[in-house]
């Protein structure tokens, strides 16, 4: 376990919370500080996302979570833990706005919720998909996957008559 991610939600701020995928690699708290334990598995080039719906308490207190990173150095074989708080801003910036990882992730995300026949998913329109996709393969131009997004929706989109 060379890198694990742990978001420990501040339930001050947060009703509620739930993670879109990953079900299977969830870790205890206790296991994000066993190095025995593995979880889920990225290339050394490769990054990831870890999306989540919340639901904020408006009135409550203090930051929407902390973020904390647990990494083995290459050089040492040590393990670090970096953490970072999330603040509660009180507004969301429309996704239309947001940077093009985000809306792929985003995107990505919602688009598997929708496939597996997740009951979250059953208000998102395949459409909204598209038009928050616009732009993102082009800013990952040398990446072939988000071009494949954009296909395997315009696909759906022609199969189900959406």
């Not at 290459?74 to 708080?85: H, Q, V």
């Not at 598209?130 to 989109?157: C, H, I, T």
């Amino acid at each position: 376990a060379d890198v694990k991610v742990q978001v420990e939600f501040n339930p001050h701020r947060v009703v509620s919370w739930r993670q879109i995928g990953y079900a299977k690699h969830k870790l205890t708290a206790e296991q994000f500080r066993d190095n025995t334990v593995d979880a889920a598995e990225v290339a050394a080039a490769e990054s990831g996302n870890a999306l989540y719906v919340i639901q904020t308490k408006p009135d409550g207190e203090g930051n929407i979570c902390v973020v904390r990173v647990r990494y083995r150095e290459p050089a040492s074989g040590l393990y670090r833990e970096m953490s970072w708080p999330v603040p509660y801003t009180g507004v969301a910036r429309p996704l239309e706005n947001a940077s093009a990882s985000m809306r792929l992730a985003v995107v990505a995300g919602a688009f598997s919720e929708r496939l597996a026949s997740n009951p979250y998913a059953s208000e998102v329109k395949v459409g909204s998909l598209l038009s928050y996709l616009n732009g993102v393969p082009e800013a990952f131009d040398l990446d072939p996957r988000p071009r494949k997004l954009e296909w395997m929706l315009r696909e759906y989109q022609r199969i189900s008559g959406e």
